[in-house]
């Protein structure tokens, strides 16, 4: 007999068996340190079968920032099976289960990492997130010169600079674009997980942190994690610190969680091998709650949007949405999203419009993915937020 259920501490043991063989990972110390502090922070979804489990999944609460606004976010990691047990809808069994959680819960978003992006379409999840994959020889990096020495690069481990670079990645604006709000225990994590991680940490002349380059060594290539800094000196040092490794790396990479390329930075652009890469997906789960906070850019007069939601029909309907002097007012005035409307979405479509993946009248116009009165659609658009959505996480 098959049973849905939230796993618990005592189901750490067969839970983390079924992740080493669906992923074929090998068991080490390590890997089971970081693998124990996720599930410990998570909300474990299982499905037994005669008290044996054959399916699994993490659901993760985070929050985000989303130009200024904290959103709640639930990650998606260890999506699995055993192979005797596949295809007969368990996925979709624990994914119902955690959105229905969620949607209890308030949780305005939820982020995964796909293994087929066409998978988790039927979820309503959408890629909203792009990586800029860098990459250049080490005798085309750039001679840095600095300007004025007013402060200084410290080598550290990531569990050694962590007290230092946590405020400077919470208040870098690369942060706030739907990024994540690091707490201590996701930093305490990332040392687990990524224990050969090296951090060089710019302090300015009175000694506070105002920059850092995670990186690693990998063979011969300088693989840089994440760069934050916070004026024209910290760039500088930063990338300074990063040429002085020339004569140790052949090449050197950097996966950005900025998606816009900036090969303009060097001296030659043509010497940067630049390559945008799909990341992660994201989806709205409270589509009530994720609008009632937005940051809409300028005020709206009413407008009727018909969403289609096929996993959380709480979503579905025609939506009446106004902004003006007195907030945002969103309210459902219809369950039925074939009534009239002024705009039909899909809450996939939504989520990138919203998140500023995509425009709205990019979707309507170009892609042909929506459908509306022309002034609707522009009106809406004008209102949203464009800067496109920067992830530096992995779940």
Known sequence: MDKLEQLTQKDLEEFYQLYLYAFTNLDSKGRRAFFDHRYNHALKYGIKHNGKLGSGMLSIPFHVNFHGVKYKMNGIGDVMSYPEYGGNGAITQLMQQAFNDMLEDNVALSYLAPFSYDFYRRFGYEEVFDRTIYRVKNTDLPRVKIDKKIGSIERLTLAEAIPFIKEVYANNPNSHNAGLIREDWWWDYLVLKHPHWQVGVYFSEDHLSAGYVIY????TTFSIQEIMFTNWESFQYLSRFICQHESMFSTF????GDPLGHPDILKNPSN????????????IINLETFINHYPFLKKIKSTRVAVTDKMLPANNGIWRLLINANGTSFEKISDNENNMADIRISIQELTKALLGYRSLNELNRIIGAIRG???????????????????WDYF
């Open 253 to 256: 990479e950097y996966a950005s």
């Open 216 to 219: 690693e060594g990998l063979d």
């Open 272 to 283: 940067v091998e630049v390559q945008i890469k799909p990341y992660m997906m994201a989806r």
């Open 373 to 391: 009165s022309y002034e609707a659609i522009t009106n809406l658009d004008a209102t949203l937020r464009k800067e496109p959505p920067m992830l």
